[in-house]
């Protein structure tokens, strides 16, 4: 696979960009990045005090939210690569993806302020569907497991 200098999301044709989480047109959400690295992908983000759950915490919804759209990069990106699309030389890709099963298992607490490492493994291609393990983690622990299954949108309009 191809090593990636532009996050996958970056990619995205901009009528497809505006998701909370990681959408490069949202200037609310999270702008979460994606990058293809070798035959995984990756993504960090650092958490503040508006995601607690309990002191020190963050709370479950973001840890899932973060591998949803963590998850649908990286099955965009295990999409081109099938294709032989050259994620290199290109502005926009035509592979955008959406969720349809997510499942997420907690592992230890994710802890606030430190940076939280999202990494990405392609499972499988199925024509359209598309599975991803994926791991978050902080400072080297796991703080959380996920799978999930994406769909390959059949347009971009």
Known sequence: MQNKSKAIQ???PDELAHCYGCGKNNPFGYQLKTY???????????????????PGSVYGGL????LDCH???????????AENIDLENTETIPVRCVTASL?????????????LELIGKLRSI???KIWV????????????TGEILA???????
């Open 10 to 12: 970056d990619l995205y």
């Open 36 to 54: 293809l690295v070798g035959d995984e992908t990756i993504a960090h983000f650092t958490p503040d005090e508006k995601f607690t759950a309990l």
């Open 63 to 66: 840890v899932a939210s973060l």
């Open 71 to 81: 998850g649908t990069g990286s099955a965009a990106a295990f999409a081109c690569v």
């Open 103 to 115: 499942k997420v298992d907690f592992k230890a607490p994710t802890p606030m302020g430190t940076e």
């Open 126 to 128: 199925e024509g359209r």
């Open 133 to 144: 393990d994926m791991t978050l983690s902080a400072k080297g622990i796991i703080c959380a």
């Open 151 to 157: 769909i390959k949108l059949k347009s971009n309009v």
